[in-house]
């Protein structure tokens, strides 16, 4: 193998993470960081998955393939685009390398891998590998598999190298610990990249969704079942801040996967759950997550609510009692509107694992986007209250709005 010349990829990878502030085409960058990834190590195949989900459960979808031998440059810039079948991700067994592809035991572990030859290791299920190799005439010998992680330890994808060549010999070699190091070191940049399109997608589609004609009950609807997906959380509650007396959070919408319930009752006020008091006795009530958020303005992040003391969590319980469930982690935030005055307060419970479903702990990377997805809603349905006030004159307006 070549010497490899580290101070020429350390401008190089300056160059790279310049672009990051100029170029606006997410897809771009992706083929740059590719590129860079096929010159260091040589590799004759790139291959650039994604972490995406369904009812069937996490998949590693087809997003950019390069390869110079078949002369390969493709990208799949939608969800399920690409004619190749995503690669499923087992969450059962997940010790077991050989039920999975190496790519995806690679996502489920999120560590790298490497493989000499694959068709000689018994360690991984290879017949997706075997059908690409089948079906472009192709051989693939020497694999490495590096997951796309951000902060936190979320895997967003994984970056797949094929068959690196000795420069000089033209034969498949192997790659180097140093290597090895560099493409971690590559996926981590792919990683900031996607992060910053994910909010970008998020925020921008969401408001694209919500400036559509659809009405108040609707809005609550689609800001939780937004922010469920961002989070994977089960469950998702809205509660309107009245303004008049007492002040207090009103229960308005409702979502939880499990339990199959979704419903509204901003035009009706629900008789099933009470209104969460803001002040209780003259002075403030810091007991419930909800009063407290809307009186902070503050995220609260708990990882298990059931060991929990600094919270009032009696009325979580016998939620749980009623239906059968159990209230672990919690996500509140505060819906603030365009004069960060709190109109509402936006609640999700129990994020999952996208691997296997357990319950876990809402992810601090996250908050900010939640955080400005809530203020994105907030605008939104104070606006649609606007315009129906100006549509029906006749009919009381509720004040929102707490400093």
């Not at 959380?233 to 409702?254: C, H, M, N, Q, S």
């Amino acid at each position: 193998m070549a010497i490899f010349h580290q101070d020429a990829f350390f401008w190089r990878l300056i160059n790279l993470t310049r672009s990051l502030s100029t170029e606006t085409d997410k897809w771009k960058l992706f083929s740059n960081i590719l590129d860079e990834c096929q010159q260091i190590t040589h590799c004759d195949g790139a291959t650039l998955y994604l972490l995406e989900e369904d009812e069937a459960g996490p998949r590693l979808d087809y997003a950019l393939i390069q390869n110079k031998s078949l002369g390969l440059a493709q990208k799949f810039c939608e969800p399920g685009q690409s004619a190749l079948t995503p690669i499923r991700i087992q969450t059962t067994d997940s010790d077991n390398n050989q039920t999975h592809s190496i790519a995806a035991y690679c996502a489920l572990q999120a560590k790298s891998v490497c493989v000499e030859d694959v068709y000689s290791s018994s360690q991984f299920n290879i017949c997706g590998i075997k059908a690409f190799d089948d079906l472009f005439d192709y051989r693939t010998r020497s694999v490495l598999s590096v997951p796309v992680i951000k902060p936190g330890k979320r895997v967003l994808g994984v970056i797949q190298l094929v068959n690196p060549l000795n420069p000089l010999s033209g034969t498949v070699a192997h790659y180097s610990e140093t290597q090895i190091s560099i493409i971690e070191s590559l996926a981590a940049l792919m990683a900031t990249i996607l992060e910053s399109a994910e909010l970008e997608h998020a925020e921008g589609g969401l408001l694209v969704r919500l400036s559509q004609p659809q009405g108040t009950e609707a809005i609550f609807e689609r800001v939780l079942d937004e922010a469920m997906r961002l989070t994977r959380a089960d469950g998702g509650t809205i509660y309107w801040y009245r303004e008049d007396a007492p002040k207090r959070l009103e229960f308005v919408a409702l979502k939880n996967n499990s339990l199959n319930l979704s419903f509204t009752t901003f035009e009706s006020e629900s008789k099933d759950i009470d209104p969460l008091l803001l002040e209780e006795d003259g002075e403030p009530n810091l007991q419930n997550v909800a009063t407290f958020t809307a009186i902070s303005k503050q995220v609260v992040n708990i990882d298990n609510a059931y060991n929990n003391t600094t919270f009032d969590f009696s009325g979580m319980k016998r939620f749980d009692q009623k239906y059968g469930y159990h209230s672990k982690s919690f996500l509140s935030v505060p819906l603030l509107n365009h004069a960060q005055e709190v109109i509402g307060v936006m609640q999700l419970i129990n994020a999952r694992n996208a691997f296997n479903q357990d319950v876990i702990p809402f992810s601090s990377q996250l908050e900010p986007l939640v955080k400005g997805l809530a203020s994105y809603a907030a605008v939104t349905l104070e606006n649609d209250m606007l315009v129906h006030a100006a549509t029906a004159p006749d009919k009381k307006v509720r004040k929102t709005g707490t400093e």
